[in-house]
């Protein structure tokens, strides 16, 4: 039993005053002589014993009467759960689009709302995590109309910053009882995210009615000339096998190519479309299946028309550049030193310094400011370099030196298989190749380069250096042939294509929604100028940075639904991009909570969001007694007149 008002226990204390008075009678006796009591005697024993015990019984009703009041007072009940703390439920919903799908009862996500509705206690406060949006110490009906609103998100969430709010909630909050229940399907993504679990939760695992599902994986292009290409459309299959699925692409609403295909039990394949070689398309992919999701039967993609990469090469002759920078892909201009047309040099996205021997104050400036507005470099120095012209230069673009000419033949050995510049070239290490090798090289200092490709001492042979808004590629070595043969190692055509192609991120065929997107946009805009996205219904500003010749544009939080965007300059449409819901919200692959039971005393497994619901309010239910105690002090009260009417001694 516990109480609501303790503190008035101590009251009891005073219910020795009405014994004492019982004991220490202050009634006097008067003594009146007669002349022979002997007959009276024992009916005087028998009424001071029966007057006795009538005192006796009123100390006791009245005695009673006093606890039962106090204890009344004081609000005693019956519960696990403390009256002087509040309680607290914190839920995570997941509302990511896997939930879109349909479990037994419909909906997963709007089922699993409504069934908080209906269950939840109307007295506590609750706090409601979701994909997209976090509600801290709600009341019930702001936490109904948060769930009646609840929609399905690309967004995700990792669940230990899930775990970290609740443990973090629950060390903050004094007073306050705190249950913890987490509802969703428990995708793969959510492995081993359970492991420093410290605050006791309930589990509930939604669950779809089908397990098989198609998805478009990927969109990409081959075979393009001048009259047609070809679009490769990747399909996943989890499950059965199945036939005759109908896929169909569109240019916008227009319908282009239609066909069917079968797929083997959980394997992908790649459908081709070849299509008229076109500016801009717009395209969409659609496969008709009913299938467990459906946000992953339609892909988005576009096609702009690309415009190349302005690269620069200043300095020696490099007519190996001239067959990497084809026409196709790159503006490439070459021009030594004294004829530098520094006007162009803004217009750049590449620059090329090829083996100078001294880096001059004009270009110096001219390449500081191009850096300033984004532009990337690439340094290859001369065996005759001037150290202090070139740390001169290094100084002031990249807080980095170099330092006096080390001659020694080196095998360049070691690649980093990670940098973006090697993104898709390898389909595996490689370990056996002949490589490439340099008798001298300029060893540097700076401390935001990282290795692209080393020496066998663990030298850098490439490395980047990273500015606030530009890479500065330092080669080490002089690769012309008196010094090198890396002109003819297989590594000179990715590492210098790749220089190019990532000195201008043109929009890809499509991006993924909640990615971390970047896009270059080349136009210049005037003072105060801004881009927007914006489809038919929505528009947004996206983060931006302003350079002279490109507007480098991020997404990431928005948009939040697939489909085609235009970029706006004012009214005008510079481009449109694609984005497609993540591919990884198409597993089928889902935690087992048995599993996870086992290994976690912390967690509960529920079944149903109706039974962890019940057995909460359950063990939150107050059973109050303060109105027992209040009639037992009316019978008490009952009894002593009762006593003192019918009770003659």
């Known amino acids: 039993m516990q109480f609501n008002n303790p503190t008035i226990l101590y009251f009891l204390a005073l219910l020795i005053i009405p014994i004492i008075v019982h004991l220490f009678q202050l009634q006097k006796f008067v003594k009146v002589p007669f002349t ?39 609000q005693p009940y019956f519960s696990d759960k403390n009256t002087t703390k509040k309680q607290h439920t914190f839920i995570y919903l997941d509302n990511s689009l896997s939930t879109s799908s349909k479990g037994k ?30 509600f801290k110490k709600i009341s ?30 629950e060390k903050n909050e004094i007073k306050t009882l705190t249950k913890n229940i987490l509802i969703s399907d428990y995708q793969n993504t959510y492995k081993n995210k359970f492991t420093n679990v410290t605050s006791s939760f309930s589990v509930i695992k939604l669950k779809n009615s089908k397990s ?9 292009i081959s075979n393009t000339n001048t009259n047609n290409l070809t679009i ?6 989890q499950g059965e096998e199945k036939n005759n699925i109908p896929i169909a692409i569109f240019n916008a609403d227009k319908l282009i ?18 299509i008229q070689n076109q500016s801009k398309f717009l395209g969409k992919i659609e496969t008709t299946f009913s299938d467990t999701y459906a946000f992953d039967n339609s892909f988005y993609f576009t096609l702009n028309s690309t415009k190349n990469v302005n690269v620069l090469s200043i300095g020696n002759d490099a007519s190996f550049l001239s067959k990497i920078y084809t026409k196709d892909e790159f503006n490439f201009t070459e021009t030594s030193l004294q004829n530098v047309n520094y ?24 390449i500081f400011n191009f850096l300033n507005e984004g532009g990337n470099i690439v340094i290859i120095p001369n065996q005759k370099s001037k150290i202090d012209s070139y740390n001169s230069f290094l100084e002031k673009v990249a807080n980095s030196k170099i330092k006096f000419k080390v001659t020694d033949t080196l095998k360049i050995t070691n690649i980093n298989y990670n940098h973006p510049l090697f993104k898709n070239v390898f389909s595996k290490k490689v370990s056996n190749f002949q490589y490439p090798t340099t008798q001298s090289y300029y060893p540097i200092s700076s401390k935001n380069s990282s290795k692209i490709v080393s020496f066998e001492n663990n030298q850098p042979f490439i490395s980047q250096i990273k500015t606030s808004n530009s890479n500065i590629y330092w080669i080490s070595s002089s690769i012309n042939k008196n010094n090198s043969n890396f002109l003819n190692s297989p590594l000179i055509v990715p590492v210098f294509y790749n220089f190019g192609k990532l000195s201008f991120k043109h929009s890809k065929l499509y991006n993924y929604l909640d990615d971390e997107n970047t896009i270059d946009i080349e136009t210049q805009l005037g003072k105060d100028e801004i881009l927007t996205i914006s489809n038919a219904t929505f528009s947004f500003i996206p983060t931006q940075q302003t350079f002279q010749n490109k507007v480098n544009i991020t997404t990431k939080a928005q948009p939040t639904k697939e489909g085609f965007y235009n970029i706006l300059r004012k009214k005008d449409t510079i481009q449109t991009i694609a984005f497609n819901t993540p591919k990884e919200e198409s597993n089928l692959n889902f935690l087992d909570l048995n599993l996870l039971k086992e290994t976690n005393k912390d967690i509960n497994t529920s ?43």
């Open 36 to 74: 022979n009591v002997a007959f009276l005697q024992k009916l005087t024993q028998e009424t001071r014993k029966s007057s006795r015990l009538k005192k006796w019984l009123i100390l006791c009703t009245r005695m009673l009467l006093f606890s039962a009041i106090l204890f009344a007072f004081s």
């Open 105 to 134: 009862k419909g909906n997963l996500l709007q089922n699993s709302a409504k069934e908080i509705i209906e269950n939840a206690s109307q007295k506590d406060l609750y706090s409601l995590q979701t994909n997209s949006n976090f």
């Open 140 to 169: 019930y009906t702001e936490l109904k109309n948060e769930l009646l609103k609840i929609k399905n998100t690309s967004k995700k969430i990792d669940l230990n910053s899930v775990l970290l709010k609740i443990n973090s909630f």
């Open 212 to 220: 098989d599902n198609i998805s478009i994986d990927s969109v990409f």
């Open 232 to 237: 490769h459309v990747v399909i996943r299959n």
């Open 257 to 274: 190519s239609k066909q069917s295909y079968s797929i083997k039990k959980d394997t992908k394949k790649t459908i081709p479309f070849t």
């Open 343 to 366: 006007n162009s040099i803004q217009k750049q996205q590449l620059i090329i310094l090829n083996e100078l021997e001294i880096i001059p104050e004009n270009l110096s400036k001219s």
């Open 607 to 649: 079944s149903t969001i109706k039974e962890v619901f019940n057995d909460l309010n359950e063990k939150n239910e107050v059973h109050w007694l303060w109105k027992w105690f209040l009639a037992l002090a009316i019978v008490s009260l009952l009894l002593e007149i009762f006593i003192l009417k019918f009770y003659k001694p």
